[in-house]
């Protein structure tokens, strides 16, 4: 059964951190770019971060960059998202996504060559 395999994510006050992973699952082929979303209520699903795994290139939206880190340990076969500083808009719905054939830039900036979604994992900030 193939799957992305998430957690980590639960309650943080204002400035706090979480960290959540995503293990790919299953798969008969390398996962070679991983990405997290989000969905907030009422929104659309929005790229947060993408990895590139082989060569540990990434991809943050502008709402996370310098607060948010992502990272590949491709020996645990586990792609990570470090959130640090963080605030109450970021509160959502956060899904682990698995790139085809694609890039980062296209995969997060325009949610393009995704085939394989987790089931996601709630974060909630509180002011």
């Known amino acids: 059964q193939v799957q992305l395999v998430e957690s980590g994510g639960g309650l943080a006050q204002s400035g706090g951190s979480l960290r959540l992973s995503c293990a790919p699952s299953?798969?008969?082929?390398?996962?070679?770019?991983i990405g997290w979303f989000r969905q907030a209520p009422g929104k659309e699903r929005v790229g947060v971060s993408c990895i590139r795994r082989d060569d540990g290139s990434t991809f943050y939206a502008h709402s996370v960059k310098g607060r948010f880190t992502i990272s590949s340990d491709n020996a645990k076969n586990t792609v990570y998202l470090q959130m640090n500083s963080l605030k109450p808009e970021d509160t959502a719905v956060y899904y682990c996504?698995?790139?085809?054939?694609?890039?980062?830039?296209?995969?997060?900036?325009?949610?393009?060559?995704?085939?394989?979604w987790g089931k996601g994992t709630l974060v909630t900030v509180s002011s």
């Open positions: 299953g798969f008969t082929e390398d996962s070679p770019i």
């Open positions: 996504a698995r790139g085809g054939d694609t890039t980062i830039e296209a995969m997060c900036h325009e949610n393009y060559g995704i085939d394989f």
